[in-house]
């Protein structure tokens, strides 16, 4: 792996702690993981890295992994190991004289999507201060979900609900904009993690553009990679 190569590793895995994604693969010019124990965030991110990309590098120690490459202080090199079936066994970080090796997980013990289906229904834009006001709010009522509601007049709202039953609600100042004809959507997340995202992700911006899927996933740009948020299960529906 080059200098470069390396680089866009580190942004990529940084992007996944956020998440709390431990385990990735990286093949095809995509790093592709899920987060645990929940699964309702996944990564699904194109890499443009010089080595073959049908090769399988699969991480199950991501944690881990960031930790031998913080190390070395200096511009590092990463030798990578194939096997008879294309798949990365070991990685070998150097700088200067020293090295430490790290060793892959095969691909069929790594959980990961393939794809996002999930069609494009429209895009929500909150500015930066009201994702941080909307991620405070969360973590002082230590709500367990957050949801998303869009009104037919196409109102975005965000809310909460402590475990008291005391809640938070803040319209947003700028409404969705949907593909096609606008419709009523509501949809919870996972609390204090998804507004933990949304906010480490608006940061680096001035507003932050959330799109949101047929089936109510939510997909969002971080320090250029791609994190998509699924909905929790709507339990009225299961009951049916």
Known sequence: MTTKDVEQLRSAFAVCRSASIDAVMITDNQIRGVSTPSGKMAIISKLDLSFDSAIKIGIG?????EKRLSIFSTELDIDVKVNDNNEASLLTIASGKSKIQFRCTAERLIKYPKTNEDEDVCVVRASKGEISQMARAVKTLSAESLTLAIGRDNGVRFECTSPTNETYVSSLETSAAFVDAPQA????YEGDKF????????????????VIGAFGSITI??????????PEVNEEDDDE
């Open 195 to 210: 507004a933990s995202v949304l906010d480490a992700a608006a940061r680096d911006v001035d507003e932050l553009d959330l």
């Open 61 to 65: 120690r991501l944690a881990e992994l």
């Open 185 to 188: 959507i509501v949809n919870k």
């Open 221 to 230: 740009s971080m320090k250029g990679h791609t994190l998509i948020a699924m």
